[in-house]
């Protein structure tokens, strides 16, 4: 069972989320947090395989979590899900050590398979930035 971790600091995109895994037998959120700080704060506390994450928070930023997720918990793996433009940021957060970059406007099955994909081991972008990278 994946442990998955939502942050994001819309309340809506948090429990439509929690609502849309919770018949999941592969993916378990574990926790729904707001913002970065509250990021840091949970993983200290609970085991998270895979943090699915807006970069767009009022202090503490998705990206900035990212460096601190990569130094001092480099097991955990990290989603960046968001509203900004894929060809701009997405490369940006792997580049930061995200392993993924999901664009909020997907489906759920297109965020299952980025979640599950990550979880293998595998980098995910959409398939158009990674034929345009290609």
Known sequence: MIKLLVADNHPIIRKGLEHLFS?????????????????LEFIKNNAVDII????????????TVLRYLKRDY???????????PEEVYGINAIKAG??????????I????EAIMRVHGG???L????TQQLA
């Open 126 to 129: 959409s398939d158009a930035l």
């Open 23 to 39: 018949a999941s037998s592969n993916i378990k959120i574990v926790g729904s947090v707001e913002d970065g700080d509250a990021i």
């Open 122 to 124: 595998g980098i995910y």
């Open 52 to 63: 699915l994450t807006e970069t767009d928070f009022p202090k503490l930023n998705g990206l």
């Open 74 to 84: 480099p097991d955990i793996k990290t989603i960046i899900f968001s509203s900004q």
């Open 98 to 107: 995200a392993s993924g970059f999901v664009s909020k406007s997907v489906n």
């Open 109 to 112: 099955i297109t965020i299952n």
